[in-house]
């Protein structure tokens, strides 16, 4: 609960920052957690679409365990990749497929996602950005 009205708290300060064209130090780690937190709700979201599409057991609990991971950082993969190699193990090369398809894409998407992100709340080239 602590670690959502500390997100809420950097959210309202970002947005009073911006608004107000004045940046500083809490305006950018706000700025920052608020693209980590979206680009792993993305993820989260198309992890989850994709577990409930391919009709895997525990869906709602590989999701939380996804989400948990996208905020630390770590990424979708450890929870999806194993999924992908039940669902072929058990005979479902159909789903095991199709979650492949949603494995890859929700893998990729933070590349694409978090710089452009970031670039809209950093005065600073892509050519910076992407490095990084």
Do not use: H
């Not at 700025?31 to 525990?58: C, E, N, W």
């Amino acid at each position: 609960m602590q670690f959502v009205i500390q997100l809420i708290a950097a959210l309202l300060v970002f947005t009073v920052f911006r608004a107000s064209g004045r940046r500083d130090r809490r305006a950018e780690v706000a700025a920052g957690i608020a693209v980590v937190v979206v680009t792993a709700a993305v993820q989260t979201a198309l992890a989850g679409i994709g577990f409930f599409a391919a009709s895997v057991p525990f869906a709602g609990l590989l999701t939380a365990i996804v989400l948990v991971l996208c905020i630390a950082q770590i990424g979708p993969i450890l929870v999806m990749v194993p999924c992908v190699i039940w669902l072929y193990a058990t005979g479902s090369p159909g789903r095991g497929t199709a979650l492949l398809v949603f494995t890859v894409v929700t893998g990729v998407i933070d590349n694409v996602l978090r710089p452009v992100l970031i670039k809209k709340g950093a005065d600073l080239s892509l050519l910076l950005i992407f490095p990084g």
